[in-house]
């Protein structure tokens, strides 16, 4: 079994920077890549970025380009979500998300991911 573990959400005003992180444990195998989802209220959930574990190749949804960050330490088995000039919209319950499978997927899709973490909030203020 894996385990996914949040940390950073918090409060911050706009103009600020969060980071979350995710760190991995529990079972040691090899896995292909990590996401960050996230789900305001009354909205369906949405896809923010990933990040493949071995090559480090990076995805990001539309909305957060140019403005978040995914990177990873391999090392400590941990994903993080380098959050600058946030925005209100960007006010949500953060989820990190682990796929095994190796090869060509959607990363967008959260189907595509068979662990989750259990979430975090980020509440961004004007």
């Known amino acids: 079994q894996v385990q996914l573990v949040e940390s950073g959400g918090g409060s911050v005003q706009t103009g600020g920077s969060l980071r979350l992180s995710c760190a991995a444990s529990?079972?040691?195998?090899?896995?292909?890549?990590m996401a960050w989802f996230r789900q305001a209220p009354g909205k369906e959930r949405e896809s923010v970025a990933a990040?493949?574990?071995?090559?480090?190749?990076?995805y990001y949804g539309d909305s957060v380009k140019g403005r978040f960050t995914i990177s990873r330490d391999n090392a400590k088995r941990t994903v993080y979500l380098q959050m600058n000039s946030p925005q209100p919209e960007d006010t949500a319950v953060y989820y990190c998300?682990?796929?095994?499978?190796?090869?060509?997927?959607?990363?967008?899709?959260?189907?595509?991911?068979?662990?989750w973490g259990q979430g975090t909030q980020v509440t961004v203020s004007s």
């Open positions: 998300a682990l796929r095994r499978i190796s090869g060509s997927y959607y990363w967008c899709r959260d189907s595509e991911y068979e662990y």
């Open positions: 990040i493949t574990w071995s090559a480090g190749s990076t």
């Open positions: 529990g079972r040691t195998f090899s896995w292909y890549a």
